[in-house]
């Protein structure tokens, strides 16, 4: 078999791609999350600015103002507790927030790139990830000389913005050591948060490309060659007796049907205790062709509805209508749709067929047995 059989050149299926993220296969880009976790910190920083100096300012005060006590005494036992339980809820209402904050982006972030997905899959034990030879394979990989690349332009533009920022905003630094006091924190926030603005703003492009880089290496991992396709579709699929076997006992649609019938010579019915009125309750229609010593092939068979269509419509083209029930039974059990009748249902069938064509008006059957 030639290399191109297993050359991975065509598109993942749909089937590959399920199996991969059941495996956590997915396109997630690291820099999306440290941009959202940037971007999540600095907004809670100036939303909460205020309130996060004023317990701090509190918790420094309480820190400061509390007597040392080197007494064990139960007072200063419970002293110490309340001055901990205190301590423990500024620190809570300080650095929850911005703990939130942070856990919110990484939880949004997940969400944006590969939707809501769970599996243990990816916490299974590999040996291939022991292994010092698909390890080398990682580190000189395409993707890793991609990153590197990546990374260093990242170091080098980020330098480069911060470089200018703090150029640009250079008079606005001289100026800060004659201001009030009252005026220097604000005065250095907002300067801070235009440094912080831009390196978000630089960090989301680059997270952007970044993103792009995963997917497409991500699809060329999972392409397949032609043989992958052809197994995948043999697993999906089954056997191909399976595959015929299915389609012969799916309901035929009606230009199927009308086809059969055109085909067809004769038509066995079981209408056994069944009134004429109501039709036949199964109907099989068989093809042999006059002159032919040829095997005889069931061309279409069905019960209820569908062995009254077929009944109807061999009436309407004046074809030999036969009601043997045991027979018809025992050739819609054993014989499937477009397949030729076993030789152990010969003899029966073709003594049937040579009594009753005698009795049969002539017009009635197309051929004869």
């Not at 299926?13 to 999540?40: C, D």
């Not at 050591?177 to 235009?194: D, E, H, I, N, V």
């Not at 997917?215 to 999972?222: G, I, S, T, W």
């Not at 009606?254 to 010579?265: E, K, S, V, W, Y």
Request: hydrophobic share 50%; glycine share 6%.
């Amino acid at each position: 078999m030639s290399d191109e059989l297993y050359h991975a050149t065509e598109p993942a299926t749909p089937f590959r791609r399920r199996q991969a993220r059941r495996a956590g296969q997915l396109p997630r880009s690291v820099e999306l999350n440290s941009v959202l976790v940037l971007l999540a910190g600095l907004v809670i920083l100036v939303a909460l600015c205020p309130t996060i100096f004023a317990q701090l300012k509190a918790f420094t005060v309480q820190m400061l103002s509390s007597p040392p006590s080197g007494s064990h005494s139960p007072a200063s036992l419970d002293q110490n507790l309340a001055l901990l339980r205190q301590s423990a809820w500024r620190f809570l209402l300080i650095a929850g927030p911005a703990c939130l904050a942070v856990a919110g982006a990484v939880l949004l972030s997940g969400l944006l790139q590969s939707g809501f997905f769970f599996s243990v899959e990816p916490l299974a034990f590999k040996l291939d990830r022991l292994s010092p030879t698909q390890g080398f394979k990682r580190i000189f990989s395409a993707r890793s000389v991609a990153r590197l690349i990546f990374n260093l332009a990242k170091v080098l533009l980020v330098a480069l913005v911060t470089f200018l920022s703090i150029r640009a905003i250079l008079p606005d630094l001289a100026r800060l050591p004659a201001l009030p006091s009252q005026l220097l924190l604000g005065a250095t926030g907002r300067l801070l948060l235009g440094l912080g603005l831009r390196l978000i703003i630089l960090l989301a492009v680059l997270a952007a490309f970044d993103y792009l880089l995963v997917r497409h290496f991500l699809k060329r991992d999972l392409r397949m060659s032609p043989q992958q396709l052809r197994q995948e579709h043999r697993d999906l699929e089954g056997n191909p007796l399976t595959q015929q076997r299915r389609s012969s006992l799916a309901p035929p649609s009606p230009a199927r049907l009308a086809a059969a019938i055109l085909q067809a010579d004769l038509v066995l019915i079981d209408s056994r205790s069944q009134p004429s009125s109501a039709g036949p309750r199964l109907a099989i229609a068989l093809q042999h062709r006059t002159g032919t010593a040829g095997p005889v092939r069931l061309l279409i068979k069905g019960s209820g509805a569908l062995a009254r269509r077929i009944h109807i419509l061999a009436a309407q083209r004046r074809l030999g209508i036969f009601n043997y029930p045991q027979l018809t039974r025992a050739l819609a059990r054993a014989v499937p749709v477009n397949h030729y009748v076993p030789l152990r249902l010969y003899p029966e069938l073709a003594e049937l067929l040579q009594q009753e064509l005698i009795k049969t008006p002539p017009g009635c059957v197309r051929g004869a047995i």
